[in-house]
């Protein structure tokens, strides 16, 4: 069992930067690939990047590719999302998922999720 607890996600004017932060608890955390989801009003859950469990591999959605950077700390138990040049289109649940599975991960998410953190960029 992985528990998951995102942070960091706040309001922040187009141009901006914020950095997520997903806690997760177990001693098994490098087990598991990574990835952030989100979630836009009125949207589906889409993925914004994902990362192996050894940070060998990574994957970003070409909507964030050269703002966003996923990388992951095994000895604190942390993934983390630095989103950079950040834009209205941006705004969205951000949700930090694990899985075993790094090539489901990124295509349809992990089997554990966190409750989610509000990204809202302002124009």
């Known amino acids: 069992q992985v528990q998951l607890v995102e942070s960091g996600g706040g309001l922040v004017q187009a141009g901006g930067s914020l950095r997520l932060s997903c806690a997760a608890s177990g001693r098994t955390f490098s087990s598991y690939a990574t990835g952030w989801f989100r979630q836009a009003p009125g949207k589906g859950r889409e993925t914004v990047a994902a990362?192996?469990?050894?940070?060998?591999?990574?994957y970003y959605a070409d909507s964030v590719k050269g703002r966003f950077t996923i990388s992951r700390d095994n000895a604190k138990n942390t993934v983390y999302l630095q989103m950079n040049s950040l834009k209205p289109e941006d705004t969205a649940v951000y949700y930090c998922t694990a899985g075993l599975s790094y090539s489901d991960l990124y295509r349809k998410g992990g089997t554990y999720w966190g409750q989610g953190t509000q990204v809202t960029v302002s124009s």
């Open positions: 990362i192996s469990r050894s940070s060998g591999s990574t």
